[in-house]
C-alpha cells in the first residue's frame, strides 16, 4: 500500500483514530469529493490559477483563467481551440491511475451494511475508473467522458470515444474531425457544467441524484458518516451537502482538507490530503474494511478466447414459483436484454463473497436494499459439472431479510433445494410440490406488506436473475462441449 511521510502532529491522529472508530460503526457511508481528491494522483489542481497556467502557457500569456476557459462560448468563437483544452483534459484523466485513497474508499463502502453513494464535482470520471460502480456515484458537474450536443437538440447525452483529433498543446489548436451530435450534425461538447452555462444537459446527473435522494431517504436514522475530501472553497456545493446533513440525528461530518480551519467545526477536521487521511483512517480500521490489501490494484477476469462458430444455448422454460401466495406460473422472458444480464451477473459476482446494493434493473430500484449469493451442491452432485443450484438472499435497509431466491437447473437439485427453501423458512408458507426444473423459487422472509414499494422491484430482480444466470450457465456447457469436440479432432 503506498502511503505518504510527510509530518503529522499528534492531534491529526487522534482525530484520524477518532474518525476510524465511527466509520466501523456507520450503517452508511456517503463520500463527497472536490479537486483535492484528485491532486494525489498527478492530476492538476485547474482551481489554481499558477496550477491552470503551468499546464497550459499559452493562456498564461493570453490572461485567461480557468473560469474564463470553462466558458461555452468558446464552442462558437474558438471551436478547436476548445476542443483542443477539453480534448487534453479528458486525455489526462484517461492516463491518470486513480490513487490508492480510492481504493480503499471503495473497500469502505463495502463493509458498511446499508452502502454507500459517491457525490463529486469532479468532471475527471476517477471514481469511476477506481471501480466504484455508476449506480452509486453522482457526478454533480457532469463528466468529460459524456457528449452532449451544443445546440443542444435534445435531452440525449452518449459516452464519449477517445479524441480522434490531434492536439497541439502548445497551440491549443485541435486538428481534424470535432466530435459532431449524431442526432442533428451540430458540433458536440462536452457534459460537464461551464461556468454561466444555460445549455448544460443534465439529464444524467438527475438521474443519478434522484437514486442518492431514494438512498438518503433510506438511511434515516442510520448512523451515516459524511467522508469529505478535497473539497475547498470552489466546491462549495460539495461541502454545502454535508453540512446540511448534519441537520439530521446520527450523521457526522469528516472534512479532509489541508486549508480547512478551526471554523469548520463541529466537522472532524484533518488537515491533510485527501490519501495521506483516508490511508492514516484505514490504519485504524478493522480487517472488515479491507485490511493491508485494501489499496491493492485486482487483476480484471482472464480474457476469453473468442469462439467464432456459433454456440446453440438451450434454455427450457422456467417456471416460477412464488411461495408466498403458493402460485406457479410460467416466467416471462420479454424485454430482459444481454446489457442488463450482463450488468446483473457482474454484480451477483460481487455478491458471492460480500453484502452488495442490489443494482438498478430496467430503470427501477432499491436504494439501500443489498444481496448476496451461494452456490450449493445437491448430495447428487456430479463432480466437474456446472452448479445446479444458486440462493440469492435479498435484505433491506434494517438488514432483516426480505426475499430468497432459489434456482434449481437439474432433476437431482430440486428435491434438494425445496426441502431447504421449507426448512429454513421464517414465515408459514403454503404446501406445495416442485415443479419440473428448471424453476426459480421466491420465498418471502417477512411479511411482503412492511416492504409493498419495492415488490415490482423484486419481480424484475427475479426475471434478470433467473434469465442471466441460466444463459451464463447454457454458455458454460456449450463452450466446454464445443472444447471437448476439438480435443476429439
Known amino acids: 500500500m503506498v502511503t505518504q511521510t510527510a509530518p503529522v502532529s499528534d492531534r491529526a ?53 480557468f473560469e474564463q476557459m470553462a466558458q461555452p462560448p468558446w464552442f462558437g468563437d474558438a471551436p478547436r481551440m476548445a476542443w483542443a483544452w477539453y480534448g487534453h483534459r479528458q486525455q489526462l484523466y484517461r492516463q491518470a491511475t486513480p490513487h490508492d485513497g480510492y481504493r480503499i474508499l471503495r473497500s469502505w463502502t463495502q463493509a458498511v451494511p446499508c452502502g454507500a453513494f459517491v457525490m463529486t464535482s469532479n468532471v475527471d470520471g476517477q471514481f469511476r475508473a477506481a471501480g466504484f460502480s455508476e449506480w452509486q456515484i453522482v457526478e454533480r458537474h457532469g463528466s468529460v467522458h459524456r457528449y452532449q450536443c451544443t445546440v443542444p437538440c435534445s435531452d440525449q447525452v452518449w459516452d464519449a470515444d477517445p ?30 457544467l461551464m461556468f454561466n452555462d444555460v445549455q448544460w444537459v443534465d439529464t444524467v446527473r438527475r438521474e443519478q441524484q434522484r437514486r442518492c435522494d431514494e438512498w438518503l431517504a433510506s438511511v434515516r436514522g442510520k448512523c451515516l458518516v459524511v467522508m469529505e475530501c478535497g473539497a475547498g472553497t470552489g466546491a462549495a456545493s460539495i461541502s ?15 472534512r479532509i482538507n489541508p486549508a480547512a480551519t478551526e471554523a469548520d467545526e463541529p466537522t472532524h477536521v484533518l488537515r491533510l490530503s485527501a490519501l495521506q487521511a483516508i490511508t492514516m483512517i484505514h490504519e485504524s480500521l478493522p480487517a472488515v474494511f479491507g485490511g493491508d490489501d485494501a489499496a491493492v490494484i485486482r ?37 430482459i436484454s444481454h446489457d442488463d444480464g450482463s450488468a446483473f451477473m457482474d454484480r451477483y459476482a460481487e455478491a458471492q463473497v460480500r453484502w452488495v446494493p442490489v443494482p438498478e434493473i430496467h430503470g427501477l430500484s432499491a436504494p439501500g436494499y443489498t444481496m448476496t449469493a451461494r452456490i450449493f451442491r445437491s448430495p447428487e452432485y456430479d463432480a466437474g459439472a456446472t452448479p445446479g443450484i444458486a440462493i440469492v438472499l435479498v435484505q433491506g435497509p434494517d438488514e432483516k431479510a426480505v426475499m430468497t431466491f ?10 434438494f433445494l425445496w426441502q431447504f427453501l421449507y426448512e429454513t423458512a421464517n414465515i408459514r408458507l403454503p404446501a406445495l410440490d416442485y415443479p419440473r426444473i428448471p424453476w426459480v423459487a421466491s420465498r418471502p422472509d417477512i411479511y ?11 419481480a424484475e430482480f427475479e426475471r434478470v436473475l433467473v434469465w442471466a444466470y441460466l444463459r451464463y450457465l447454457a454458455f458454460i456447457d456449450a463452450t466446454r462441449r464445443k472444447d471437448a469436440g476439438r480435443g476429439e479432432g
Not at 25 to 36: F, N, P, S, V, Y
Not at 309 to 322: A, F, H, K, W, Y
Not at 448 to 458: G, K
Open 448 to 458: 411482503t406488506a412492511e416492504h409493498a414499494a419495492v415488490l415490482p422491484y423484486l
Open 240 to 254: 454545502r451537502v454535508g453540512e446540511r446533513l448534519l441537520e439530521r440525528s446520527s450523521v457526522s461530518l469528516v
Open 13 to 65: 491522529r487522534r482525530t484520524a483514530r477518532r474518525v476510524a472508530s465511527m466509520v466501523a460503526r456507520a450503517d452508511a457511508l456517503l463520500i463527497t469529493a472536490g479537486a483535492g481528491m484528485s491532486v494525489d494522483s498527478g492530476l492538476p489542481d485547474f482551481r489554481s490559477v499558477r496550477g491552470f497556467w503551468n499546464t497550459y502557457p499559452l493562456l498564461e500569456s493570453l490572461g485567461v483563467t
Open 299 to 335: 487483476p480484471g477476469p482472464p480474457a476469453i478466447e473468442p469462439i467464432t462458430e456459433p454456440i446453440r444455448l438451450q434454455l427450457e422454460p422456467v417456471t416460477c414459483v412464488d411461495l408466498g401466495r403458493g402460485l406457479v406460473m410460467p416466467m416471462d422472458e420479454s424485454g
Open 406 to 415: 432459489g434456482i434449481a437447473r437439474r432433476a437431482s437439485d430440486g428435491p
Open 163 to 192: 479524441p480522434g483529433f490531434g492536439i497541439d498543446i502548445s497551440t491549443l489548436h485541435a486538428s481534424g474531425e470535432l466530435p459532431r451530435c449524431p442526432h442533428c450534425g451540430a458540433l458536440a461538447r462536452p457534459n460537464v
